[in-house]
């Protein structure tokens, strides 16, 4: 079996920064095992796989559509080129007042005695999301050291599926200026830390978007690759994420 398979750094211009993901062309349907064991293989937080809607689709054949439709298991994916970039069409999941004593065990464990100024959960995605103190910077959340490790055996009820944390931004002074930044931990399935991803701002840019009053959001998430997001809410309840998108590795799969 030989595949084409790709490795691109998703949310960045530049390559080594923003979310690496592997992506995997298939000709053929392959069973979840063989899923599992290719992205196993990969290492990295996501590994997609793309296969033919029709025996007669080309993958070598140039696609000239500005937008293209995945069929996936979350249901339809959107995407277009908008620019330099790419726009992903992706619904905004509101969140609701969290009780702090419902959940104090998981952040006290997650973060120590980091001051909390709001908490939020999302029901649709089983989302925590954590807004630290205004008092804090964007330097402070990038070298917050956030524990893993035990939270599995804290929430084990199966109510929270990732952890959000937070920030507001600050004005750009000689540096770019965002309105949020964030960090994102998923350690319920298998992910310690996404370095970028577009599952959680479609929580955070609803909490934002009440917050601050603004429609249109510059958001950074503060992994150790960093990523930079434009998010444009829409008003049928839907949200556009854009980044940028460079691909580090092309070649071929044998097993």
């Given at each position: 079996?030989?595949?084409?398979?790709?490795?691109?750094?998703?949310?960045?211009?530049?390559?080594?920064?923003?979310?690496?993901?592997?992506?995997?062309?298939?000709?053929?349907?392959?069973?979840?095992?063989?899923?599992?064991?290719?992205?196993?293989?990969?290492?990295l937080?996501?590994?997609?796989?793309?296969?033919?809607?029709?025996?007669?689709?080309?993958?070598?054949?140039?696609?000239?559509?500005?937008?293209?439709?995945?069929v996936?298991?979350?249901?339809?994916?959107?995407?277009?080129?908008?620019?330099?970039?790419?726009?992903?069409?992706?619904?905004?999941?509101?969140?609701?007042?969290?009780?702090?004593?419902?959940?104090?065990?998981?952040?006290?464990?997650?973060?120590?005695?980091?001051?909390?100024?709001?908490?939020?959960?999302?029901?649709?995605?089983?989302?925590?999301?954590?807004?630290?103190?205004?008092?804090?910077?964007?330097?402070?959340?990038?070298?917050?050291?956030?524990?893993?490790?035990?939270?599995?055996?804290?929430?084990?009820?199966?109510?929270?599926?990732?952890?959000?944390?937070?920030l507001?931004?600050?004005?750009?002074?000689?540096?770019?200026?965002?309105?949020?930044?964030?960090?994102?931990?998923?350690?319920?399935?298998?992910?310690?830390?996404?370095?970028v991803?577009?599952?959680?701002?479609?929580?955070?840019?609803?909490?934002?978007?009440?917050?601050?009053?603004?429609?249109?959001?510059?958001?950074?998430?503060?992994?150790?690759?960093?990523?930079?997001?434009?998010?444009?809410l829409?008003?049928?309840?839907?949200?556009?994420?854009?980044?940028?998108?460079?691909?580090v590795?092309?070649?071929?799969l044998?097993?």
């Open positions: 079996m030989k595949l084409p398979i790709f490795i691109a750094d998703a949310f960045t211009a530049k390559a080594f920064y923003g979310n690496p993901a592997a992506v995997c062309l298939l000709e053929n349907k392959l069973d979840e095992d063989m899923h599992q064991k290719i992205a196993r293989e990969m290492n937080s996501e590994t997609a796989f793309i296969r033919k809607l029709h025996p007669t689709d080309d993958f070598t054949q140039k696609n000239v559509n500005s937008a293209l439709t995945f996936t298991l979350s249901g339809e994916l959107k995407a277009r080129k908008a620019g330099d970039g790419i726009v992903l069409d992706l619904p905004l999941y509101p969140a609701q007042p969290q009780d702090f004593h419902e959940v104090k065990d998981l952040i006290k464990t997650a973060i120590g005695d980091t001051l909390v100024q709001d908490i939020r959960y999302s029901p649709d995605t089983r989302k925590l999301l954590v807004r630290l103190s205004d008092t804090y910077d964007r330097s402070f959340l990038e070298k917050l050291k956030v524990n893993t490790q035990n939270l599995l055996q804290v929430e084990n009820t199966g109510k929270v599926k990732g952890l959000i944390l937070t507001k931004g600050q004005p750009g002074g000689q540096t770019q200026a965002f309105d949020f930044y964030s960090r994102y931990f998923a350690p319920w399935v298998g992910v310690a830390e996404d370095p991803t577009g599952s959680a701002h479609t929580v955070l840019s609803s909490y934002w978007s009440q917050q601050l009053g603004k429609k249109d959001m510059h958001a950074f998430q503060c992994s150790c690759r960093g990523g930079q997001l434009e998010i444009s829409r008003s049928d309840g839907r949200v556009d994420i854009r980044g940028g998108a460079a691909v590795l092309e070649g071929t044998t097993a």
